[in-house]
């Protein structure tokens, strides 16, 4: 039977939606505000121990030696692990691209500062970071990889050895007759950029609760995970154990992101709990661990592009360069946020062709992670820097020039260059209230005023895609394999018609449980509260891969209600049993199935339930009596990647446009947010109180990203940005307020119409903020090349060009 | 090397309480691990995020810089001791699931702490005011919107409206 | 991140601590507020033996007018200091100083004795306290001394107090009339480390300085006095000319300002040009008004 799963709001059972696409208070709220819900960090478990993990202190060396045993004596540790343990009792690390991974705890030589040494496990954290410093460790120190660009350079010393060489990937992608369309253009632009490494800081750091059996081989492990089935598939290839021996039970993440990672020192405590035992052995990463060896860093690129522009300021080619230093390993999969630019390439633009030269490379620095928006955000912000680059020379406003390439809203499905359709949108209509939003006519006068007077007031109009609903197809160009991401959900309902729903995912902060709620309260005609959602361990869970890829909502969304619809299905069969005629006869509808036009031909499904359950001697023969289904949602029409990398991966395209308007204090550089303006489609909003949330939440990591947050290395490859004292998070006071309006352009592809939006305004707020920086700068004749655009760089972008010697910023200079 | 654990006896959230803690141990690990109030987080250990804020006779501090030693003798609140014995939310984190001043809620308990000391101290506090407290507390899903508007909201319940003039 | 093993002992008595500190065979720190202190036992930076905790002792916290100075106890916290109407009245600029440190999560615990025995270069209290020529009173084995604030900074998180010596007490000595005081700093985000900050008082007569005096921070391993430059401002006719030229010479004038990866040593030069300017701005116009 084909299930089909309703595409717009209309389409659900019922004549009064209560709950989807309604602003409603989220069902996690009372047991997070009460302090209530069980963190990882907040669980016990009996004979539990605590680990401590001992890191390099250099970027590379030599493990001259290694001396546990005055560790292993003191009171209170119970095991210690080093190399050793991890070379006899693990695997290496899987990794993108392949082979770029290593064991959990380094043997002869260390490739990072912060890299796992060696491990304690004790009866309290403090006591085995006690034992930590009765370990003896010599190293002899080498010379670190530090600038990616020297790392390619034949006579560079190599990260590792074995692969000969520090080049991850080296690849050139052509989409279409590049060369013809710049050779072609009466304008060709180009510039350089520099995006240094940010990252995802969750409020909690990384954890895991490993206990190893000996007796069943079997390993569980509690966590703080996004994707729990995927983190267990990988300790079972760690490990070498069957992949059903291997139970993950996710815990509520306080924040994600993308950087959790973690992986590493998972399996260090892994690897203590199997030589303590069995004993469930505790790790949480310190944040001095997080910023320092977490799944807290993500791209960290040197860009060169090339817009080509014809005689009537239509953007005809693309060409990007990056080099994208990924540091020491592949493990934390940060190449994959490479890979993802291919899902939106040339953004929200009719832009026909256009090249991607790509380069990952690794240096001694922490391994790149993926981080909201996974790779997208720098790319928009090197393009939506070249729109104002052209529309500058070409003396066009931006606003305006950005309207001339937009994809027209008739021209959806659209296929863009690098290979993935857009589902729909109307790019003018965004622009056109984002601009009304901001009073942009009043932004140039305010700013006319203020040039007048010798202020720097800049405006920035950018807009960018954000590809939702993940594939891993997107990423085939890093060497991850497969097409169509599953998420699956059973839908319950027991004898007293009472509904519940598991999935097999962990709260994150995205309202996932109260979605799911909506879905099934407002299917089935009941209150919010009459349905409970239950999180599963893998080995109980559907097809699960959770968060991450602005996938959830969509994705759970088809998983749920398909579920409700292989439900009432079976209710049909069994009404129609009961009340003597055809399934087809049988409506559904506001919780009640009957027949339209017979009185009284009408039953509940607590009734129809309690009919399956127990009175068999009603059912239809071969009937399954049990109210219960499951549906696995994955989304359709998915291709397999060509050899250039193209592929229908991401499902859906939302679109968003951002106004911001700025003024830069010359003497001190420090940049002003005076307004911000955003308008975004995302389709049907399921939630719109918890779409807005992530807008807003979202707003503010781009504002990190554009002027505050930085991770940063000196000259040898020692973090600088070890403490929250130097990585800087915004605050409330760094955060303007939000002007806020939506356009709904809902997807054809997709249940009710929605589209990915938990990533959102990081594509586009970087971006916005460093045109509206340029358009500040721009009387001066200085430019804004990298980000952050902190004071003392915006300071040095104006004495340089006061100089008249600015020079293109490339170079990674920290300032 | 086993060091020596001391008495700690003090009131947390109107009742008795007491337990063993070495000199080193913070406060905030004292009443997570030794307490089991686990509802007060911990996110930086050196005092920036503020997600171990909790009051300490009246006073919001944070739970990381402060031995659990020196809290001997102290009346302490924690987000455990914020809404009513019989489940009903204070105005303040009523104000936060009402305006999704919240989303993975792993900082929240610092927020609520910080600004409960805020609701005492200043029955109308400035914008200024406000910011000044908030900022002193990181989130990184919000934005801080949701949170500000929870803020608004609170005090508007708590009978008196903050002044709404263009702060810090 | 957990401290490394200490003892810990929590007197009653100021006689008492100095006993316990001035025991050879145990290395021992003294604990104020620990908003800086503990951080650094956090990340087993700080690594002392015993932690004298002064948090115990009756009467370090008083803040009190004494002939017309204002004595702050070492144990006052920097918000019973923005808080108390005192200060506010007699030393604004104390008053003002305070309301830029961190946040009140922090202030609530952070004392003033805390701040100056740290000596954080980019701490505002030991900038004020130059400014203010604030008096240490503190007590060792043989007796209490007292030390101008001029010499109390004696480098990066160095002062002169010796090691079995407590900070019992600041005072700030009674402000002249129509006094004006100036405060301006350049921080990352709100309530951050300054990348440099200046704390300016200003006195004018008939229109000309009178005197002046100008105070960096951040921008060195201690407070910097632009003593030149107040001595250039004296019977000058205050302008916007003359200030941004004063500011100049004191950005000019730094010796190796740091550098980090907030400001560059040349950015930092920069940023004291500009708090020098604002300080002494806000300075003379309420010095004008007062």
Redesign the interface.
């Known amino acids: 039977m084909a299930i089909e799963i309703p595409k717009n709001l209309d389409g659900l059972p019922t004549s009064q939606r209560r709950f989807v696409g309604r602003r409603v208070r989220r069902r996690e709220d009372p047991a997070l505000l009460t302090g209530r819900t069980e963190f990882l960090d907040d669980i016990k478990l009996p004979r539990m121990l605590h680990c401590a993990v001992l890191r390099s202190p250099f970027p590379r060396a030599r493990i001259e030696s290694l001396d546990v045993t005055a560790a292993e004596a003191l009171p209170g540790v119970e095991a210690v692990v080093t190399g050793e343990d991890a070379r006899r009792w693990s695997h290496p690390a899987a990794s993108s691209p392949d082979g770029w991974g290593g064991h959990c705890l380094a043997g002869d030589e260390v490739r990072l500062v912060g890299e796992p040494v060696a491990a304690v496990a004790a009866q309290s954290r403090a006591a085995a970071e006690d034992a930590l410093e009765a370990i003896e460790i010599e190293y002899e120190p080498l010379d670190p990889i530090v600038d990616p660009f020297e790392a390619m350079k034949p006579e560079s010393p190599l990260v590792d050895e074995a692969k000969g060489t520090n080049k991850m990937l080296d690849r050139v992608f052509t989409w279409g007759d590049v060369d013809a369309a710049f050779d072609a253009a009466p304008h060709v632009f180009r510039e350089s950029f520099r995006w240094n490494r940010v990252g995802a800081n969750p409020t909690e750091t990384f954890g895991a609760i490993c206990e190893w059996d000996p007796m069943s081989l079997e390993l569980t492990v509690r966590g703080s995970i996004q994707s729990a089935s995927h983190f267990g598939l990988g300790r079972a290839a760690v490990f070498g154990l069957p992949s059903n021996k291997v139970n993950v039970i996710a815990t509520p993440h306080g924040g994600s992101f993308g950087g959790r990672g973690g992986t590493r020192c998972t399996d260090v405590a892994c690897l203590l709990s199997r030589k303590a035992e069995g004993r469930p052995v505790k790790w949480i990463e310190d944040r001095m661990e997080y910023l320092t060896a977490g799944g807290s860093q993500a791209w960290d690129r040197h860009y060169e592009v090339e817009l080509a522009v014809d005689a009537d300021a239509k953007v005809t080619g693309l060409r990007v360069k990056l080099v994208d230093d990924l540091g020491a390993n592949g493990e934390p999969y940060g190449a994959i946020c490479a890979a993802k630019p291919l899902a939106a390439f040339t953004g929200p633009y009719a832009i026909p062709v256009a090249a991607y030269d790509l380069k990952l490379v690794a240096t001694n620095k922490l391994p790149s992670s993926p981080y909201r928006g996974m790779g997208p955000p720098p790319h928009f912000f090197v393009l939506e820097q070249m729109m104002d680059i052209a529309a500058r020379s070409l003396a066009i406003d931006p606003a305006e020039f950005r309207r001339k390439n937009f994809i027209p809203k008739d021209a959806f499905p659209y296929t863009i260059p690098s290979g993935n359709e857009y589902d729909s949108g109307d790019y003018e209509q965004v622009l056109d209230r984002a601009l009304e939003l901001a009073d942009y006519a009043g932004l140039r006068r305010q700013q006319a005023e203020a040039r007048a007077a010798g202020r720097l007031f800049g405006v920035g109009v950018a807009s960018a895609i954000e590809p939702g609903v993940f594939d891993w197809n997107a990423y085939a160009i890093v060497g991850l394999p497969g097409t169509g991401v599953p998420e699956g959900a059973t839908v319950n309902i027991d004898i007293l018609g009472m509904i519940s729903v598991r999935v097999g995912f962990a709260m994150e902060g995205q309202g996932q449980y109260t979605l799911v709620s909506q879905l099934a309260a407002d299917y089935f005609g009941c209150e919010l509260e009459a349905v409970r959602v239950v999180p599963m361990d893998t080995q109980s869970a559907p097809p699960s891969f959770g968060p991450g890829g602005s996938r959830l909502g969509v994705a759970i969304t088809g998983a749920v209600l398909g579920a409700c619809e292989k439900i009432r299905g079976k209710m049909t069969r069994v009404v129609a049993g009961l009340m003597q005629t055809e399934p087809e006869n049988i409506v559904f509808r506001d919780g009640k199935f009957g027949i339209p036009g017979v009185e009284g031909a009408s039953m509940s499904v607590a009734e129809v339930a309690g009919t399956m359950l127990a009175r068999s001697d009603l059912l239809p023969p071969d009937i399954d009596p049990r109210p219960e289904a499951t549906h696995v949602w994955t989304a359709a029409g998915r291709t397999e990647p060509d050899a250039q990398g193209r592929a229908k991966s991401y499902l859906t395209a939302a679109q968003s446009v951002h106004v911001v308007a700025v003024e830069i204090d010359p003497e001190t550089g420090q940049t002003e947010i005076l307004r911000y303006a955003v308008v975004d489609d995302c389709g049907t909003r399921l939630n719109p109180v918890v779409v807005q949330g992530q807008l807003e939440g979202s707003v503010a990591q781009g504002i990190g990203a554009a002027l505050y947050e930085e991770y940063v290395y000196d000259d040898d490859a020692q973090p600088l940005t070890t403490t929250y004292m130097d990585y800087l998070i915004p605050t409330v006071n760094e955060i303007p307020e939000l002007l806020r309006d939506e356009v709904v352009t809902p997807s054809p592809f997709t249940p009710l119409g929605a589209k990915g939006c938990g990533e959102g305004a990081i594509h586009t707020t970087p971006a916005a903020v460093l045109c509206a920086i340029n358009d500040a700068l721009a009387p001066l004749g200085a430019r804004a090349r990298e980000v952050p655009a902190t004071p003392n760089r915006v300071w040095n972008w104006i004495q340089e060009a006061g100089d008249g010697n600015q020079t293109p910023q490339g170079e990674g200079s920290n300032g | 090397m086993s060091p020596t654990r001391i008495p700690v006896r003090l009131r947390v959230n109107g009742r008795p309480a007491e337990g063993l803690a070495e000199p080193r141990t913070s406060l905030v690990d004292f009443l997570r691990d030794e307490l089991d109030l686990t509802g007060t987080h911990v996110g930086c250990e050196h005092g920036v995020c503020g997600l171990c804020t909790v009051r300490v006779d009246g006073v919001a501090v944070r739970g990381c810089l402060m031995l659990a030693v020196q809290a001997d003798g102290a009346e302490i609140l924690t987000v455990e001791g914020l809404a009513s014995p019989d489940g009903k939310l204070h105005p303040l984190q009523e104000a936060f699931a009402e305006e999704h001043g919240l989303q993975c809620g792993f900082c929240t308990p610092g927020f609520l702490m910080a600004l409960h000391e805020l609701i005492d101290d200043e029955p109308n506090p400035s914008e200024e005011q406000i910011r000044d407290v908030l900022g002193g507390q990181l989130c990184r899903c919000t934005g801080y919107a949701g949170i500000l508007r929870a803020v608004q909201s609170a005090f508007a319940k708590l009978g008196a409206s903050p002044s709404t003039e263009s702060g810090a | ?8 002992e ?1 007197p009653s008595s100021v006689e008492e601590a100095l006993r316990l500190l001035a025991d050879p065979a145990i290395e021992t720190s003294l ?1 104020a507020g ?2 800086s202190l ?2 650094a ?4 930076l700080a690594r002392p033996e015993r ?1 004298v ?1 002064l ?1 115990r002792i009756e009467g370090l916290d008083a803040i009190r007018d004494e002939n017309g100075a204002l004595c702050i106890g070492a144990m006052a916290t920097k ?1 019973s200091i923005e808080r108390s109407a005192l200060v506010a009245q007699k030393q604004p600029l104390l008053h003002e100083a305070t ?1 830029h440190i ?5 202030r ?2 952070g004392t003033l004795g805390g701040s100056m025995a740290h000596a954080d270069p980019a701490a505002e209290y030991p900038a004020v306290a130059v400014a203010l020529d604030a008096e240490f009173r503190v007590i060792g084995p043989s007796g209490e001394r007292r030390i101008a604030a001029a010499d109390f900074f004696v480098t990066y998180l160095t002062t002169a107090l010796a090691e079995d010596e407590i900070l019992l007490e600041v005072t700030f000595p009674e402000r002249p009339a129509g006094e004006g005081v100036g405060f301006a700093e ?1 921080c ?6 300054a ?1 440099a900050g200046a704390a300016a008082t200003a006195r004018l007569e008939a229109g000309r300085y009178q005197d002046a005096r100008i105070v960096l921070f951040g921008v060195d391993a201690t407070p910097v006095r632009a003593l030149s430059q107040e001595e250039r401002l004296r019977g000058e006719v205050p302008s916007e000319a003359l200030h941004a030229e004063v500011a100049a010479a004191i950005g000019a004038g730094l010796e190796e300002p740091p550098g ?5 040593p040349e ?1 930092r030069r ?2 004291a ?2 708090v020098s300017k604002r300080a002494l701005e806000a300075a003379v116009a309420r010095a004008a008004k007062a």
Do not use: C, W
Not at chain 3, 1 to 8: D, G, I, R, V, W
Not at chain 3, 102 to 106: D, K, V, Y
Not at chain 3, 188 to 193: N, P, T, V
């Open positions: 991140m957990k401290p490394a093993p200490f003892e810990y929590a604990l620990g908003q503990v951080p036992l956090n990340m087993r932690l905790d948090g918000r309301g961190a946040h009140p999560q922090i609530n615990r350049i990352r985000r709100h309530g951050d480390f990348m980090d990866q907030h400001a560059s950015f920069q940023l040009r500009t």
